[in-house]
């Protein structure tokens, strides 16, 4: 499948609601301004406002632009535009577009830089009024999701039943699961990376491939986290074979979390009965191989299905990232893989409760975010 279909297929949730008319209410005419007011005096709905507005107009507004134009009239009395004062804008109509084209066609610059850049700012304006120039004109920055080129149509619908089915889970829901996981730890930085398009693109069309990253000091690690805090992390080498994956889950899984053991409700005695855990692996080859499923069956062990290319709805990658973010804190300390190792543990072993309690409270959001994404990825 090619990338231009798995946008039509998988990254829409931009385009679910209407084209955003440019200049917003500024572009409206004296007329238009004063039928929004006549049906907001009428006490209808913006719903209604914004369908009716359509039926006569055949053009769509923003709740925001109603709301604005009754705060104006509200506020002065009218709906026309006030005179503007102070300077004269800095670029005229035919130079906005041509920064606008420049934009877009480096869509990873930062705004810092292309301010400082003769070419996407000839005239020295400010970061101020460039934004307001990329706004104008529909251009935005939004988070670039992670993995997107890993996501292939069978991935997007399983992630669409995935939200459909667990849309109703509450925080509650969300804090009976274990999650595990496989991580390569390496000092790098993990903050969010932002990407400048217009209001209509996707960012599959123009993401750039990643480059691949200096991994000499790189560990390997299985880790698995509760909401009440991290369980162990564990160290393996080279490729995690389904032998080394059972070994894991023997020595340490109920040891560290013994209420996914075989939790069966009690339903006679006095005490009440146990909630029931679920723990949660990806869809590796090892997590699925036969020996891990038998035992994991003899165990009543409850399992979370999980879709397959979905790290933005672990939060165990969330913990990773602040791992490798941390040791790239470091990363002038660091000589050998041991080193990383060492300090990976003094980093995972300190995680704050409170930070793993957030990333939980996260999961009902992330949900729904995915539901509106129609199985796209979601900016976790």
Known sequence: MTLKQLTALSIKSHMNS???????????????????????????????????????????????????????????????????????????????????????????????????????????????????????????????PGRMDDLSADNVKARKEFAKTYLKWDIHDWNLVVFSDEADLLPIHCGKEYIRLRRSQNPVEVIEPRQETKRNLTIKVWGAVSSIG???????????????????????????????????????????????????????RPHRAKIVTAWKEENDLRLLPWPANSPDLNVLENIWAYVEDHLYQIKETLQTPEDTWRRAQEIWYGIDIDFIRNLYNTLPDRIKELKKAKGGPIPY
């Open 18 to 144: 209407p084209k955003h008319p440019k200049n917003h209410s500024r572009s409206l005419t004296i007329e238009q301004r004063n039928y929004v007011i006549f049906e907001l005096n009428d006490e209808k709905t913006y719903s209604q406002i914004k369908k009716d507005f359509y039926k006569e107009y055949r053009r769509e507004i923003y709740d925001s632009t109603i709301s604005r134009l009754k705060a104006k009239k509200e506020e002065i009395g009218d709906v026309a535009d006030r005179d503007r004062t102070g300077r004269p804008r800095i670029y005229d109509e035919r130079e906005e577009r041509q920064l606008v084209r420049y934009a877009v066609k480096h869509p990873k610059e930062s705004l810092r830089d292309i301010v400082q850049n003769e070419q996407g700012n000839p005239k020295g304006a400010s970061m101020q009024t460039l934004s307001r120039i990329y706004e104008e004109h529909d251009v935005v920055s939004r988070v670039l």
């Open 230 to 284: 991290v369980g162990p992390l564990v160290k393996y080498e080279k490729t995690m074979k389904k032998e080394k994956y059972l070994e894991i889950l023997k020595a340490n899984l109920f040891q560290a979390f013994p209420g996914l053991e075989n939790r069966m409700e009690i339903e006679d005695g006095p005490e009440p009965p146990l909630p029931s855990f679920y723990f949660m692996d990806d869809n590796a």
